[in-house]
């Protein structure tokens, strides 16, 4: 079992940047492939940013693509996720996802665990 605990969201203006960070503890956390999804009032939660179990491959939405990074340091099982030139279209819960069965995947179905989520709200 897999516990991820997000942090680092809040309320900033648009053109700021914000990041977040998942704190992974409990079994072979290191182990996992990552992601990053977000999911705004009435629309489905869609995926964000992925990263290998060895952090030697990334995935971007089209969306967050230029904008976003996303990184993992397994020494401290941490995966973050570096937001620049956020936009009011950005504002969303974002989750923290671990797969252990895939080496990367954009699919929300293939990630056995989740994060509670962290907000985040961009102002315009």
């Known amino acids: 079992q897999v516990q991820l605990v997000e942090s680092g969201g809040g309320l900033v203006q648009a053109g700021d940047s914000l990041r977040l960070s998942c704190l992974a503890s409990g079994r072979a956390a290191g182990s996992h492939a990552m992601g990053w999804f977000r999911q705004s009032p009435g629309k489905e939660r869609e995926f964000v940013a992925s990263?290998?179990?060895?952090?030697?491959?990334?995935w971007y939405a089209d969306a967050v693509k230029g904008r976003f990074i996303i990184s993992r340091d397994n020494a401290k099982s941490t995966v973050g996720l570096q937001m620049n030139s956020l936009e009011p279209e950005d504002t969303a819960v974002y989750y923290c996802?671990?797969?252990?069965?895939?080496?990367?995947?954009?699919?929300?179905?293939?990630?056995?665990?989740w994060g509670q989520g962290t907000q985040v709200t961009v102002s315009s």
């Open positions: 996802a671990g797969s252990a069965f895939y080496s990367i995947s954009r699919s929300t179905g293939n990630y056995q665990y």
């Open positions: 990263i290998s179990r060895s952090g030697d491959i990334t």
